[in-house]
C-alpha cells in the first residue's frame, strides 16, 4: 500500500481525526464544550472516521461493495484505539467497552460514504465537512440539556451445596483469595482488578466491611441489614479519589463521575432438597447517556462480577463438606 493511495490517506485522516477530536474533546470538558462520554463521541465520532475512510478510497474505487465499505471502515477505528492505548489515552477498559459501539457506527458511517459519493458526488466533499464536524457541533448542546442519569439493579443466584449457615460463614469475612479461586471472566479480561478480600470490623447493622481488590483499590460497605442465615444488605461507600488512576480507567472509576454502585447485598435462602440459594444484588447509577448500550455493558460486567463471587462462595461453603464426606 502507498502511502499516498487513497486507501492510506483514507486511514492516516480517519486515524489522525480520531486523536484529534479526543483530545479536543478531553481539553473542552472543563468548558463544558465537550465530554468523552457523551452520544456526540461514543457514537458519532466513529461514523466521521469510518465515513472519511471509505469516503477517500471511493477515488480509487467507486466499484466498492457495501461489505467491503462497512469492513473497510474498520481499519483507521483499530488503529485510532490501539493509539490510545499505546499514548495512555485511555485504558483497556474503555476501550473494551467502546469498540462494539465504535465498529457498529464506523461501518454506517463508511456506507453513508458510499451512497453519497454515488448518490451526490458533486456535493461529497461538503458532506464529509459537515459529518466531521457534527459531533463538535452537538457535544455542548447534548452536554448542557440531555441528561439520561439512571439506576438499575443487577442480580444474580447460584445453588450451593451447602447448609445455610455455613454459606452465611463465608459472607461476612472473606479471607485472602488466591488467583485459582476466582474464575477466569470477562472483567477480568479487559483489564478490571481482580478481590483480594473483604473484613467486617464488627457485626450487624453499622458495621463495615472493607474490601480490597488489586491495583490498590479499596472502598467500604456499610451494613444496613443484618438477619444472620436470611440477608446481609450494605450501601457502598467508594471515595473516588482514593483509587489509583491506574487501578481503573477514570470513565468508570467505583464512586466516580459517571458510574457508581449505590447499595447491595446477599440473600439467602433453601430449596426443597435442603442446598442453600444464594443471591447477590447491586444497585447501580449510571451518569452516561448511552441508554441502551451503556444498560447492557453494566448488566455484562455486574453479573460476570457477581458470577465469580458467588463461585467463589459456593466453592468455599461446600469444600468443607466435600473434606468430611472424603474422611467418611
Not at 453519497?116 to 459529518?131: E, G, H, P
Not at 457508581?260 to 449510571?286: F, H, M
Request: overall charge positive.
Amino acid at each position: 500500500m502507498q502511502l499516498t493511495s487513497p486507501k492510506a490517506v483514507g486511514i492516516f485522516l480517519g486515524v489522525l481525526y480520531g486523536i484529534s477530536m479526543r483530545i479536543v474533546i478531553e481539553f473542552s470538558t472543563a468548558l463544558k464544550f465537550g465530554s468523552l462520554v457523551t452520544i456526540s463521541f461514543m457514537f458519532l465520532v466513529p461514523v466521521a472516521i469510518g465515513y472519511i475512510r471509505v469516503h477517500f478510497e471511493y477515488n480509487e474505487n467507486p466499484n466498492l461493495t457495501y461489505r467491503q465499505m462497512i469492513v473497510k471502515a474498520w481499519q483507521p477505528i483499530f488503529i485510532f484505539l490501539l493509539v490510545s492505548i499505546v499514548t495512555l489515552l485511555e485504558g483497556s477498559i474503555c476501550v473494551a467497552m467502546a469498540l462494539p459501539a465504535f465498529m457498529f457506527f464506523a461501518s454506517l458511517g463508511g456506507v453513508l460514504a458510499g451512497f453519497t459519493r454515488r448518490k451526490i458526488s458533486q456535493k461529497s466533499n461538503a458532506t464529509l465537512l459537515s459529518i466531521t464536524l457534527l459531533p463538535l457541533a452537538l457535544s455542548p448542546i447534548e452536554l448542557n440539556f440531555l441528561h439520561l442519569s439512571k439506576t438499575y439493579e443487577v442480580t444474580n443466584s447460584i445453588t450451593i451445596n451447602a447448609p445455610i449457615n455455613i454459606v452465611w460463614q463465608q459472607l461476612t469475612n472473606v479471607s485472602h483469595i488466591e488467583p485459582q479461586e476466582i474464575p477466569f471472566s470477562l472483567t477480568r479480561f479487559i483489564g478490571v482488578p481482580r478481590p483480594l478480600e473483604a473484613n467486617m470490623n464488627a457485626s450487624g447493622v453499622g458495621a463495615i466491611r472493607t474490601s480490597t481488590w488489586q491495583k490498590g483499590v479499596v472502598f467500604k460497605e456499610i451494613i444496613t441489614d443484618w438477619q444472620p442465615n436470611k440477608q446481609m444488605l450494605y450501601k457502598f461507600e467508594i471515595n473516588p479519589g482514593l483509587i489509583p488512576d491506574n487501578a481503573l480507567d477514570k470513565h468508570v472509576k467505583l464512586g466516580g463521575e459517571y458510574f457508581s454502585p449505590l447499595n447491595g447485598g446477599y440473600r439467602l435462602s433453601e430449596d426443597k432438597s435442603g442446598n442453600t440459594i444464594l443471591a447477590l444484588t447491586t444497585k447501580v447509577q449510571d451518569n452516561t447517556n448511552f441508554g441502551v448500550y451503556s444498560r447492557i455493558w453494566g448488566e455484562v460486567i455486574f453479573q460476570d462480577f457477581h458470577h465469580s463471587l458467588l463461585t467463589l462462595m459456593k466453592n468455599r461453603a461446600e469444600k468443607p463438606l466435600a473434606a468430611v464426606i472424603s474422611h467418611s
